[in-house]
């Protein structure tokens, strides 16, 4: 479509859930789309139209603003939206077998309105760091020795807090092999 790659992508596959359904088996793939307001800035964007749950890739830093909002997305940063029913998910799919670290940071970038977001670093299904962000604010996530296969998924889980508006989400993560 349009030059907009493939979900999944190379190791990265962007997904959906439904909130207590902790089965990563579940997870939906999110589709791509160019609808506004993808279309309308430089961002590659895979959504679920019907919940409003999407992730996107900006090709270059912009300001997003709209009737309520205003912030700056950066270049080659992940950035994540839950919908008003779905979590929204960035799996990546280890290309390895061994030891890994990871250092991450989950920020609520859109602190015009909202009240902040639920987030959870999981590797395949169980949970290794989790966290509740005030709007506005971010977290950083800092795992080492982290043992994968090539079977071996992590996911990074964005849930609403209360509502959904809002809670537009940078998702940043440096994934090194110990080996």
């Given amino acids: 479509m349009n030059g907009v790659p493939s ?11 439904t909130p207590g359904n902790d089965d990563p088996a579940k997870y939906t793939l999110l589709q791509k789309h160019t609808l506004p307001p993808c279309g309308k800035y430089p961002q590659e964007c895979w ?17 997003f603003e ?4 205003h912030f700056r997305l950066r270049k080659g940063i992940f950035h994540a939206h839950p919908g008003f029913q779905n979590q929204v998910i960035l799996r990546w799919a280890s290309p390895v ?3 890994i670290s990871l250092l991450g940071r989950v920020s609520d970038i859109n602190p015009d309105c909202g009240d902040g977001i639920k987030w959870y ?3 395949d299904s169980a949970i ?7 709007n506005g604010m ?22 609403k807090k209360g509502d959904y508006a809002c809670d537009s989400t ?10």
């Fill in 7 to 17: 979900n999944p992508w190379g190791v990265w596959a962007f997904m959906q859930n």
């Fill in 47 to 63: 959504a679920d139209l019907s919940t409003l749950a999407g992730i996107s890739i900006p090709k270059k830093a912009f300001i």
């Fill in 66 to 69: 709209d009737n309520t909002s």
């Fill in 97 to 99: 077998s061994g030891a």
């Fill in 121 to 123: 670093l999981k590797q």
């Fill in 128 to 134: 290794l760091q989790s966290g509740v962000l005030a």
């Fill in 138 to 159: 971010g977290s950083t996530f800092i795992a080492s020795d982290i043992r994968v296969t090539k079977e071996t998924k992590l996911y990074v889980v964005i849930d």
């Fill in 170 to 179: 940078n998702i940043d993560m440096l994934i090194t092999s110990q080996q």
